[in-house]
């Protein structure tokens, strides 16, 4: 049985801009740099934590531990697999990008 909190539930139920802020919020909080978030995706469940991978303008991917009570890690994606973690390999149907092309699309019409 899997049993997610609220807010790891929530990611999952974002649209892709949202998601992109509440990301790129989590590696700013831990002191790291991502001007803008380009791509998100999910990995996968490790231990008790959802696994989100988000790829920034300046290339840096990361990856996201969101923990159950709502903490997260953050690491850069390269750094996984050094240290046994799960690489950040994005599911399928779970891609999204900052939802700004849509945004804007949206605004020029």
């Not at 690489?87 to 990008?97: L, Q, R, S």
Request: proline fraction near 2%; charge should be negative.
């Amino acid at each position: 049985i899997m049993v997610r909190s609220e807010a790891q539930q929530q990611l999952f139920n974002l649209g892709d801009l949202d998601r992109a802020i509440a990301l790129k919020r989590a590696i700013v909080d831990q002191g790291l740099r991502c001007a803008r978030v380009v791509t998100t995706g999910y990995v996968t469940r490790y231990k008790d934590m959802d696994v989100w991978t988000a790829t920034c303008d300046d290339d840096r991917a990361w990856s996201l531990f969101v923990s159950a009570n709502d903490s997260v890690q953050v690491r850069l994606c390269d750094d996984n697999a050094k240290i046994g973690l799960p690489a950040c390999n994005v599911k399928p149907g779970t891609e999204g990008g900052t939802g700004l092309d849509e945004l804007n699309l949206a605004n020029a019409g």
